[in-house]
């Protein structure tokens, strides 16, 4: 039987590399204005939504860090001198 080669590297294109970078710039923005000030007055912008009866089998769910996730793949090209 023959198995499929391992690799430890994920190869990322440089469209992922900015759509990733696109959605995590968007939802810095995204926070901030659900963390303004502003954002009771007027009535306009983000609103946050929050289950009423959460499903269990998410109750574990963690959400990922995206600037964690960031900070590995830099330091992890800077270890592989990539």
Do not use: C
Not at 7 to 33: L, S
Not at 48 to 57: F, N, R
């Amino acid at each position: 039987m023959i198995s499929p080669p391992t690799t430890t590297e994920e190869n990322y294109t440089v469209a992922h590399e900015e759509n990733v970078r696109f959605v995590y710039e968007a939802w810095q923005q995204v926070e901030e204005q659900l963390h303004s000030p502003e954002q009771g007055e007027g009535g306009s912008g983000p609103i946050q939504y929050t289950e009423k009866t959460p499903s269990p089998e998410l109750k574990d769910f963690v959400p990922i860090d995206l600037e964690d996730w960031w900070a590995q793949q830099f330091l992890a090209k800077i270890k592989n001198g990539s």
